[in-house]
């Protein structure tokens, strides 16, 4: 489905402040695998996405979906299969247009944008029928303009947009790591539910150890540009959060932030 | 007055381009000044060439997309700021311009013209007026009708949140591009009907033009709003009329018409500077409060919605009775999750 064959990448080469973001990472989802990234910071959990999507360009390596080299296409071409949800809440949607008219942006990915109305009574509805599953409320502010919403709310919606316009690979960066507790528990189990009813292959990054255990058949543990961990469904139940601690404090130089311990 | 209106509505043309690239796409562009004197000089030169004026303004609006087409490849494909990509174009344009009209000036005496056949079967005033506002308010509908197709939103998300769309696979860059061929296509229209109405081309006409469109957007929207699409594209048409009358306000006090120019600057400054003043707040708060200004446009706006509501509500209305469920047919196992827990929740 999604495959990385030895892609690497160093910001800055020959200068002073090179950094080996990726070093010959290779990997391979099957259609379905949802795998949790995990990693310090500088590991290249993001970087690995970021080449994913095309934001990036690698320096050398391939990324295939489906058995087709993407490596070459823009982002926005590579956009038609690959569906992204951003850590920043405000990232993921158009703030000034309402939400319907988002809805309805994200219902055309890989679509031609033709001289159709863009927001019809019928797509309405089954906006609306989406919506219900946010239990937000959300699908009676239709006519609201995003800007207007919290962040948790504009999580949800840029989480909703990403999945019902069913892309092959859906890649999440650190998504509820800016939300709330209470918000980021109820955008994990829509991304639980959401990844499951379309059987959507995932790739999923987070600073969050019983997140990364608790969702998702598989997890990798980034270092340093390597992939150091990989985790089969089997042994990934097994795992617990001391198990990871273990491994991190094994890893030298490894500095896990804040975050990662307070949690 | 008469003359101040007629001409503002014609520049309301103008207006709706600035705001295209300046609010929607939020992308300053000055190719303006050169592609308004660009669509004037071709149908100018068409016209005494004894082309139909309808088709001569028809192809003004064509050279004025490709000056747009010019900056918009220069600044998407060749990476050059947008300010600098619209100058660029704009100066390039001069020489252009001239080369189009052979002279610096073309007049259009005894020619047929769109507004000679206007006033050949209305008289100057009122009914002039009437028929001149028909054609802004059409043109302003059909921006409000692109902007609400599936191009046009991706046009205006491009503007808002450009990282955003690209994930939904959009080229932002034929996106801009688009927005630039409009807008200008649009100064190229507005040209040739200025030159038609004046009866001559000047290849200093478009000189400036981009603060007649900045005053009109800013001033307009300062004044009556730009919640939706439907209310901004409205406030720039008024804020283009209100303009023109604030210039013969003016020079009827007896200010000098070189100064027009600093009054233009001095006008979109005020317009900007003004709504940090927090004096302005307050009057911004109090007229809110008491519903005037606008507030009217606002219900302007509401009645539209309102009555887009209701063509909704019977079209579904329509729908059900077909039974055909079109919008809540449980295409997907996440819709059917949907009903399911929603229905949970009820019991």
Same mark, same amino acid.
């Given at each position: 489905?999604?495959?990385?064959?030895?892609?690497?990448?160093?910001?800055?080469?020959?200068?002073?402040?090179?950094?080996?973001?990726?070093?010959?990472?290779?990997?391979?989802?099957?259609?379905?695998?949802?795998?949790?990234?995990?990693?310090?910071?500088?590991?290249?959990?993001?970087?690995?996405? +970021?080449?994913?999507?095309?934001?990036?360009?690698?320096?050398?390596?391939?990324?295939?979906?489906?058995?087709?080299?993407?490596?070459?296409?823009?982002?926005?071409?590579?956009?038609?299969?690959?569906?992204?949800?951003?850590?920043?809440?405000?990232?993921?949607?158009?703030?000034?247009?309402?939400?319907?008219?988002?809805?309805?942006?994200?219902?055309?990915?890989?679509?031609?944008?033709?001289?159709?109305?863009?927001?019809?009574?019928?797509?309405?509805?089954?906006?609306?029928?989406?919506?219900?599953?946010?239990?937000?409320?959300?699908? +009676?502010?239709?006519?609201?303009?995003?800007?207007?919403?919290?962040?948790?709310?504009?999580?949800?919606?840029?989480?909703?947009?990403?999945?019902?316009?069913?892309?092959?690979?859906?890649?999440?960066?650190?998504?509820?790591?800016?939300?709330?507790?209470?918000?980021?528990?109820?955008?994990?189990?829509?991304?639980?539910?959401?990844?499951?009813?379309?059987?959507?292959?995932?790739?999923?990054?987070?600073?969050?150890?019983?997140?990364?255990?608790?969702?998702? +058949?598989?997890?990798?543990?980034?270092?340093?540009?390597?992939?150091?961990?990989?985790?089969?469904?089997?042994?990934?139940?097994?795992?617990?959060?001391?198990?990871?601690?273990?491994?991190?404090?094994?890893?030298?130089?490894?500095?896990?932030?804040?975050?990662?311990?307070?949690? | 007055?008469?003359?101040?209106?007629?001409?503002?509505?014609?520049?309301?043309?103008?207006?709706?381009?600035?705001?295209?690239?300046?609010?929607?796409?939020?992308?300053?562009?000055?190719?303006?000044?050169?592609?308004?004197?660009?669509?004037?000089?071709?149908?100018?030169?068409?016209?005494?060439?004894?082309?139909?004026?309808?088709?001569?303004?028809?192809?003004?609006?064509?050279?004025?997309?490709?000056?747009?087409?010019? @900056?918009?490849?220069?600044?998407?494909?060749?990476?050059?700021?947008?300010?600098?990509?619209?100058?660029?174009?704009?100066?390039?344009?001069?020489?252009?311009?001239?080369?189009?009209?052979?002279?610096?000036?073309?007049?259009?005496?005894?020619?047929?013209?769109?507004? @000679?056949?206007?006033?050949?079967?209305?008289?100057?005033?009122?009914?002039? /007026?009437?028929?001149?506002?028909?054609?802004?308010?059409?043109?302003?509908?059909?921006?409000?009708?692109?902007?609400? @197709?599936?191009?046009?939103?991706?046009?205006?998300?491009?503007?808002?949140?450009?990282?955003?769309?690209?994930?939904?696979?959009?080229?932002?860059?034929?996106?801009?591009?688009?927005?630039?061929?409009?807008?200008?296509?649009?100064?190229?229209?507005?040209?040739?009907?200025?030159?038609?109405?004046?009866?001559?081309?000047?290849?200093?006409?478009?000189?400036?033009?981009?603060?007649?469109?900045?005053?009109?957007?800013?001033?307009?929207?300062?004044?009556?709003?730009?919640?939706?699409?439907?209310?901004?594209?409205?406030?720039?048409?008024?804020?283009?009329?209100?303009?023109?009358?604030?210039?013969?306000?003016?020079?009827?006090?007896?200010?000098?018409?070189?100064?027009?120019?600093?009054?233009?600057?001095?006008?979109? /400054?005020?317009?900007?500077?003004?709504?940090?003043?927090?004096?302005?707040?307050?009057?911004?708060?109090?007229?809110?409060?008491?519903?005037?200004?606008?507030?009217?446009?606002?219900?302007?706006?509401?009645?539209?919605?309102?009555?887009?509501?209701?063509?909704?509500? @019977?079209?579904?209305?329509?729908?059900?009775?077909?039974?055909?469920?079109?919008?809540?047919?449980?295409?997907?196992?996440?819709?059917?999750?949907?009903?399911?827990?929603?229905?949970?929740?009820?019991?």
């Amino acid at each position: 489905m999604l495959k990385i064959e030895n892609v690497s990448k160093t910001f800055f080469p020959g200068t002073v402040n090179e950094r080996k973001a990726l070093v010959d990472v290779s990997l391979d989802l099957r259609e379905g695998d949802f795998v949790t990234v995990i990693g310090s910071n500088g590991a290249g959990k993001s970087t690995i996405l +970021n080449t994913i999507a095309g934001r990036i360009p690698q320096d050398r390596g391939q990324v295939l979906i489906d058995g087709k080299e993407i490596s070459k296409q823009p982002e926005h071409k590579r956009a038609a299969r690959v569906g992204r949800v951003f850590q920043d809440p405000m990232a993921g949607t158009a703030p000034n247009l309402t939400v319907e008219e988002n809805l309805s942006l994200a219902d055309r990915r890989g679509a031609v944008r033709g001289l159709a109305r863009a927001v019809t009574g019928s797509k309405r509805e089954r906006f609306a029928e989406e919506l219900k599953v946010l239990e937000l409320g959300l699908e +009676n502010r239709l006519k609201t303009k995003v800007g207007l919403l919290s962040g948790g709310q504009r999580q949800a919606l840029s989480l909703l947009m990403a999945t019902f316009s069913k892309p092959k690979v859906l890649l999440l960066d650190e998504h509820t790591a800016a939300l709330d507790p209470q918000r980021a528990e109820l955008v994990t189990r829509l991304t639980k539910q959401v990844v499951q009813a379309q059987g959507l292959t995932t790739l999923m990054v987070t600073h969050n150890m019983n997140q990364a255990l608790d969702v998702g +058949n598989r997890l990798i543990m980034m270092h340093e540009g390597r992939i150091i961990l990989d985790a089969s469904p089997e042994e990934k139940q097994r795992m617990t959060p001391e198990d990871l601690l273990h491994r991190f404090t094994q890893l030298k130089g490894a500095a896990l932030d804040d975050k990662t311990l307070l949690q | 007055m008469i003359t101040a209106i007629e001409l503002g509505l014609i520049y309301a043309i103008v207006a709706l381009g600035v705001y295209l690239t300046f609010r929607v796409l939020n992308f300053p562009d000055l190719t303006v000044d050169g592609s308004f004197t660009t669509g004037a000089g071709t149908a100018g030169v068409l016209i005494v060439n004894g082309i139909n004026p309808f088709l001569a303004t028809a192809l003004a609006f064509v050279v004025g997309t490709i000056a747009g087409l010019i @900056t918009g490849l220069l600044h998407t494909k060749g990476n050059i700021n947008g300010l600098l990509a619209g100058i660029l174009t704009m100066i390039g344009l001069y020489s252009i311009n001239l080369r189009i009209m052979g002279a610096a000036n073309v007049p259009l005496l005894r020619e047929n013209t769109l507004l @000679t056949l206007l006033y050949d079967y209305v008289d100057r005033g009122v009914l002039s /007026i009437v028929l001149l506002a028909v054609v802004a308010i059409l043109f302003k509908l059909v921006i409000d009708w692109y902007l609400h @197709t599936d191009t046009g939103l991706a046009l205006q998300a491009t503007g808002d949140n450009e990282q955003m769309i690209k994930s939904f696979a959009v080229s932002t860059d034929r996106q801009k591009i688009y927005g630039l061929m409009i807008s200008n296509g649009l100064m190229g229209v507005a040209g040739a009907l200025v030159a038609q109405y004046q009866g001559f081309v000047d290849i200093q006409m478009g000189i400036g033009l981009i603060l007649v469109g900045l005053a009109s957007v800013i001033v307009g929207q300062a004044i009556f709003g730009n919640g939706v699409v439907f209310q901004a594209t409205l406030a720039v048409v008024l804020g283009a009329v209100l303009y023109r009358l604030a210039i013969q306000f003016a020079l009827n006090a007896g200010l000098n018409p070189n100064d027009m120019k600093l009054l233009s600057a001095l006008l979109v /400054i005020a317009a900007l500077l003004l709504p940090q003043w927090s004096g302005f707040r307050k009057i911004a708060k109090w007229r809110h409060g008491l519903g005037i200004g606008g507030g009217a446009a606002t219900l302007t706006s509401d009645g539209a919605e309102a009555a887009a509501e209701g063509e909704m509500a @019977t079209k579904t209305e329509a729908q059900r009775v077909l039974g055909v469920p079109a919008g809540a047919a449980p295409d997907s196992p996440h819709a059917t999750d949907a009903t399911g827990s929603t229905a949970g929740k009820e019991n």
